[in-house]
């Protein structure tokens, strides 16, 4: 059979393969590597890490965590993880950025994250804070409670939400929106249909549940194509969870052959080119909000509300240190009293 006009002979298009593979091989295969997981970073972003950095996701944060920090092993030059996940490293696992023009252009509320909570003053940069998100609560086809938003995180207890609410699940968060006032837990952990932030949105759109506190990360995508679903940011303000770049330390007697980070495609991410495209799927970048107002301002006016919620709420926000061993079991104790009984 003749080949259609205009169309390649089987001949050529073999010719084009060999032509790909060999322009792939020239690719560097031992060039720096940042390792993240899948669909944790922007890929328009993604996109634009220069050569010959090469990236490599994994499928959750623990597999990243394993192999980002290698024991014995050649280390990758840049790991994207969540605070929960990098603060727990000890910080002689990494080694600082060395870049304080960038940290510069952030908001300060970052600041203390980007010391990984080390003290201010002596603590060198040793994340890249590129992201954050409140913690918020998502509502599906409950009008009347987003008529009541100013009740902000006490809406969780409203009587109507009694096995319908799904809550996140890591019992600090919970604590941390009651304040650790036991009463308060009580009532919210008998309020619980499930306690799952990964699969908290299917059970929401599947109309299981009629509300749940999810990272806002994940609901700014849906806001424009599901109008049954509905936001409150509590004026009284929201933990807050951090997307993170850390370097891994090398070992003493590799420490020359360290890869300097990739600057140029760190700042890219604060860039109004980017900016847009990075808000629309709910990557936010801690920039004073004057510097995002221009693009957040494009989107529909509860968008762009949520993207760009003033310094005054953000300065009622606050970020999640990390718990010593102490604390750990005081939380864990507090939290298994309050289970509901049968």
Not at 109 to 116: D, I, M, P, T, Y
Not at 313 to 323: F, M
Request: aromatic share 6%.
């Amino acid at each position: 059979m003749a080949p259609l006009p205009g169309s390649l002979s089987r001949r050529q298009l073999l010719q084009l393969g060999v032509a790909a593979g060999l322009l792939a091989a020239c690719r560097p295969a031992n060039g720096p590597e940042l390792l993240l997981v899948e669909g944790e970073l922007p890929a328009a972003w993604l996109k634009q890490l220069p050569a010959p950095w090469r990236s490599r996701a994994l499928a959750d944060p623990a597999a990243v965590q394993r192999a980002g920090f290698p024991a014995g092993q050649p280390a990758p030059g840049l790991v994207a993880l969540s605070d929960g996940w990098a603060s727990g490293l000890g910080r002689e696992r990494l080694q600082a950025f060395g870049a304080p023009r960038l940290w510069a252009r952030l908001a300060p509320f970052s600041a203390e994250v980007a010391r990984l909570f080390g003290p201010a003053g002596g603590t060198a940069e040793l994340a890249f804070p590129w992201a954050y998100s409140p913690w918020v609560i998502a509502l599906r086809n409950r009008p009347d409670l987003a008529a009541r938003r100013q009740q902000g995180w006490s809406l969780l207890l409203d009587p109507s939400l009694r096995g319908r609410l799904v809550l996140p699940s890591s019992p600090r968060i919970s604590l941390e929106i009651v304040k650790g006032d036991f009463e308060q837990l009580e009532r919210l952990r008998a309020q619980a249909l499930a306690y799952d932030d990964r699969d908290g949105l299917s059970l929401l759109l599947g109309g299981k549940a009629e509300a749940a506190v999810l990272p806002l990360q994940r609901l700014i995508p849906l806001l424009r194509r599901d109008q049954r679903l509905a936001v409150i940011w509590p004026d009284s303000g929201a933990p807050l969870s951090w997307q993170l770049l850390v370097r891994p330390a090398l070992p003493q007697a590799q420490a020359g052959q360290a890869s300097p980070p990739p600057l140029e495609w760190l700042g890219a991410v604060l860039e109004p080119s980017l900016l847009e495209s990075l808000l629309a799927k709910g990557w936010v970048p801690p920039l004073p909000q004057a510097v995002l107002a221009p693009a957040a301002r494009r989107f529909p006016a509860a968008m762009a509300a949520l993207l760009l919620p003033g310094d005054a709420l953000l300065g009622r926000c606050w970020s999640l240190p990390p718990l010593s061993v102490a604390a750990q079991l005081a939380q864990q104790n507090l939290w298994d009293a309050a289970a509901p009984r049968p």
